[in-house]
């Protein structure tokens, strides 16, 4: 009895075997503004997010990152969450936060399986102003905080983080996430005792955006399944 | 699976041909330091330098007789890392030790590290130029080879520069139906470029080395295997040019 052969797919395995030997695409990724030291090996996740700088120079941590499938379960949303009230676009930038705040006290967070509505379709607008409510409806239903928008270059689009590390993190993250062919996926990685940082990206029209935006726990498929709708939205051209 | 075997040798080969060989014993199970310094679980090595970015690399490294072929110790702050963990961990730090290898001025770099795909050995595939596999010449072995490669594949993905030197069919026994069945087995299911032609066999002379701390050339009557690692040596330098850092690891 051949000792091998019942056991494998030899198509499959010379197929695995002969993508290892072609040159595999290098996204062109920006790491000259990253603005990590040699010696950076995490964020501390006992250190609160007021002081990433101080982070920094911590004792270091093990990062844990964790990719889980951006599809939605397949049984229907248990509740809704009642839809949010208007916001008018900001008249200003909003203020950058000195820390990517877990302190900030207001916004309610979403319950595990509740997904919020995403922004009204019907209010548009210019692009930044959509990218203002997005922000405005991540701050309110998912308690949000330092939320940046990355283009396929990953160059920054909107930040409110003032944070060019989580850029990087968030850039090499969605990255490392994504497999060829495939569609992309969230990656969340813990950046303090309790703050996630979350990288969503979106396929859009013009191209994957990177949503990352600091959280207070690891977002539930359903969540990110309806960030993903939102930002897709906001990012397309016509309603 | 023979990999600390074939670390230890090969790097002894690249060593004795003149290449300024760092061999760093990236398995928590600390095999290469077992095998080559009686002091090995004294010193701290490769994953204190992780642990603690106060560590120079200067601190790990231990000279051998040959000016050229010198160590690096599992380290003292293994112990926790046996269930492996998430890959990404300990990419900066990784990086950070192959920077340090770099500018001390070592030729090549050869990793042994624990078996599978994930945590650190994920870390530093996700670091390496180049990966070579060994693989041993038994079906069960070759039954796991997918598996092997999807991960690779993965791995390509956070480093594209990653080169597969090729699977290494180790602990082939020439008189043994079965060894010899499931070697023939991986060169047919691979291609050609992707099967070393030199195969490791199964001797007693390694376990003789082992057992007195030495690569097996060192012996008396080692000439015999200390040839199948420098044909080794030829291949892969046919492979892949060996100027500079070429950092190689073992999975």
């Known amino acids: 009895m051949d000792p091998v052969h019942p056991w494998l797919d030899p198509i499959e395995v010379r197929r695995l075997a002969e993508r290892l030997l072609l040159p595999v695409h290098e996204p062109a990724v920006q790491v ?21 700088t101080a982070m920094q120079e911590a004792a270091p ?23 949010p009230p208007p916001v008018p676009a900001p008249v200003e930038p909003p203020p950058v936060p000195q820390a990517v705040a877990i302190a900030q006290p207001e916004p309610e967070p979403v319950p595990v399986g509740i997904v919020a509505p995403a922004p009204r379709p019907e209010a548009r607008g210019p692009f930044l102003d959509r990218v203002g409510r997005f922000r405005d409806w991540l701050h309110h239903h998912f308690d949000a ?13 909107f930040d409110e983080s003032g944070h060019g590390k989580l850029h990087f993190l968030a850039r090499s993250l969605a990255v490392a996430a994504r497999r060829p062919g495939g569609a992309p996926a969230n990656v969340h990685v813990k950046v303090g005792a309790a703050a996630t940082l979350e990288v969503i990206p979106v396929d859009t029209p013009y191209g994957c955006i990177v949503l990352g935006a600091v959280v207070p726990s690891p977002m539930e498929p359903a969540a990110v399944a309806s960030v993903m709708d939102a930002l897709r939205s906001v990012a397309s051209p016509q309603g | 699976m023979g990999k600390t075997t074939l670390s230890i040798n090969l790097a002894h080969a690249f060593a004795r041909a003149g290449v300024r ?26 994953y204190d330098f992780l642990a603690d970015p106060g560590i120079p690399l200067d601190r790990l490294i231990v000279p051998t007789r040959l000016e050229t072929f010198s160590l690096v110790a599992s380290g003292q702050a293994s112990d926790y890392e046996s269930g492996g963990g998430m890959a990404g961990s300990y990419l900066a730090r990784v990086r950070a030790f192959l920077r340090a ?9 050869i990793l042994d590290t624990a078996a599978g795909l994930f945590g650190v050995t994920g870390d530093v595939i996700a670091s390496s130029d180049s990966v070579l596999i060994p693989q041993q010449a038994e079906p069960l072995g070759i039954r796991s080879v997918p598996k092997m490669l999807e991960g690779l594949n993965r791995l390509r993905v956070m480093n ?9 069919l180790t602990m082939v026994q020439q008189d043994l139906a079965e060894s010899m069945e499931a070697a023939h087995a ?19 002379l390694f376990v003789r080395a082992s057992a007195r701390g030495l690569p097996v050339g060192v012996l008396e009557d080692g000439h015999g295997a200390q040839a199948v690692f420098d044909a080794m040596r030829a291949e892969i330098e046919a492979k892949f040019d060996i100027r500079g850092h070429r950092p190689l690891v073992h999975g």
């Open chain 2, 186 to 204: 991986l060169r047919q299911l691979l291609p050609q470029d992707l099967v070393l032609q030199t195969m490791v066999p199964r001797d007693a």
């Open chain 1, 145 to 157: 905080s330092g939320i940046f928008l990355l283009d396929r270059e990953g160059a920054v689009i």
């Open chain 1, 32 to 52: 000259t503004d990253a603005g990590f030291g040699e010696q950076f090996v995490g964020y501390s996740p006992v250190q609160p997010l007021g002081s990433l």
């Open chain 2, 21 to 46: 060989t760092l061999l760093v014993d990236a398995d928590p199970q600390g095999s290469v330091g077992l095998s080559l310094t009686r002091q090995s679980r004294l010193l701290a090595g490769f």
């Open chain 2, 160 to 168: 594209p520069r990653l080169s597969v030197l090729g699977v290494v």
């Open chain 1, 61 to 83: 941590q093990p990062l844990v990152a964790v990719a889980i499938q951006p599809t939605p379960p397949p049984t229907p949303v248990v509740v809704q969450a009642p839809p």
């Open chain 2, 101 to 109: 290898v770099t500018a001390r001025g070592f030729d090549l770099c």
